[in-house]
């Protein structure tokens, strides 16, 4: 049976990094990962963009940037190029070749692209295994489909330390089969 976490919380509680932390551990165990991470970038301490990485080829671009051009999404610009050339092509790439499809994260920023939106709704069509971290507040109609149709787990600080290893262990078992 296959499994489907979407992983939800405030900003900057800790989505990403448990993310990060189940792909390390089912990397490590053997299991083939793929789809995007993203990370924080800064300078001087603050936030001024976000990266994506795509966790097969390793390949990583700029998400959005406070100094690029592009869709705004608050302060930010959005790199729809490096979006649609890394990101999606992740979620691709992940849909056929990988055992876990991993999308970190569904948000504003991602969804200015029609091609991301796509990527994502094909591979919820399939049989895949996915993780998926999910905006805490977004209605959009993806979004949506994504907390009604995965197990919904809320990161908090009293959780995020022990997610990584329970998430970790439901693929595991579910691939072990």
């Known amino acids: ?82 979006l649609e050339d890394i990101g999606v092509f992740s979620i691709t790439n992940a849909a056929q070749l990988a055992d876990v ?22 591979v919820l069509s399939s049989e895949k295994h996915m993780l998926v971290s999910v905006h805490h507040n977004l209605r959009h109609e993806l979004a949506m489909r994504v907390k009604k149709e995965f197990e919904l787990l809320e990161v908090t600080i009293m959780n995020r330390e022990e997610l990584p290893e329970l998430i970790s262990e439901r693929y595991l078992r579910a691939l072990m089969v």
């Not at 499809?101 to 094909?122: G, H, R």
């Open 1 to 82: 049976m296959r499994v489907r976490i979407a992983v939800t919380g405030r900003p900057g509680i800790g989505k990403s990094t448990v993310i990060r932390k189940v792909v390390e551990r089912l990397k490590a165990e053997g299991v083939r990962v793929g789809g995007m991470l993203s990370s924080n970038i800064r300078k001087g301490g603050r936030r001024v963009g976000f990266e994506i990485l795509d966790v097969m080829s390793g390949r990583r671009g700029v998400l959005a940037h406070i100094g690029l051009d592009g869709p705004r999404v608050g302060k930010y610009g959005v790199n729809m190029q490096d």
């Open 101 to 122: 499809v991993v999308i970190d994260e569904i948000a504003p920023m991602e969804l200015k692209s029609e091609k991301f939106v796509t990527a994502v709704e094909e």
